[in-house]
């Protein structure tokens, strides 16, 4: 029995916050296995999965492709660029092919949010969203969510400010609902432009200036300015927005609580939303969260095919 009870993770609203919970736990021991010197378990032996990627990623496929290995999944990884879809095979075509070639699991990647969705529709293999368009990121979420609990010891009543581009961010979309579920409050921190046109279906209360809030934050998840999925700035300047949301040595040692973490879903854009200062800090987790990534999507893949028992 799969101790995950929804078929797919599209959005992170597909887990209760007890099954939430049971991924932060089984991630924490596979973070321990990944400290072995022998990674590898059989858990997933026999399983396949393929990673369909259709916008570029350096953490999420990477991670769970390490992640794939070390459970002993037979992987595949896809990218349209070398496939049919260049002689002019569409995605939903070459879902159904590889659905014929009776996979486990897809986790995919593509630039329109719902595409997920979609898959889920046409295949009988599970699938896990690795994020898709501006709608969600659900095991960005996820990761965010471990490196959280494992600095604080818990996440309820934690205040978390999300600075930046939260228009155009699916790590904002899936991260907010899931805090306010756990008993967090989540702050969108963002010029008016950058805003959600509806801040409070996620979950999330609307600050305006970084200066005036930061006092309060916990946790201070920066966020870049996603060029890719816009056409042009939605602000007068980069520099007037690093003057305005950047995280600088400034506001990092006069104005945020001195215990408060500093996280960042990568890649970061040194100079904008963050100095090289801050990224040298301590109190910035960004690696960590790239380790955690790796645990908890072994925990999440464990969970959805059919692991139950303790991991050993
Ligand atoms: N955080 C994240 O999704 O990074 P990648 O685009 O490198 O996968």
Known sequence: MPSIKSKHLIRIQDLTNDEIYAVLENAATFKEINER????????????????????????????????????????NFSASSSATV?????????????????DMVVARHKYGGYCNILADHMDAKIVNGGDGIHQHP?????????????FGRIEGLTVGIVGDIYHSRVAGSLAPAL????????????PAYQPDVPEELGAQVAYTLDEVLPELDVVNLLRIQGERAQGLYVPSLREYSALYGMNSHR????????????????MNRGVEVTAEVIADPRMLVLDQVNAGVAVRMAVMYMMLGGDGDVE
Do not use: C, W
Not at 87 to 103: H, I, N, P, Q, Y
Not at 139 to 151: A, C, K, N, R, S
Not at 180 to 191: D, E, M, V, Y
């Open 180 to 191: 306010a579920s756990l008993g967090a409050t989540p702050i969108f921190i963002a010029p």
């Open 139 to 151: 095991t960005q979420t996820l990761l965010d969510l471990f490196t959280i609990y494992e600095h």
């Open 252 to 267: 990092m040692n006069n104005l945020m609580k001195k215990d408060a973490i500093i996280l960042h879903p990568g890649p």
């Open 87 to 103: 002689k002019g095979e569409s995605l939903l075509d070459t879902a159904e092919t590889f659905d014929a070639m009776k996979v």
């Open 37 to 76: 010197p022998i990674k590898k378990l059989p858990t997933l032996r026999g399983r396949t999965i393929i990673n369909l990627f259709l916008e570029p990623s350096t953490r999420t496929r990477s991670s769970f492709e390490l992640a794939e290995k070390r459970l002993s999944a037979d992987s595949l």
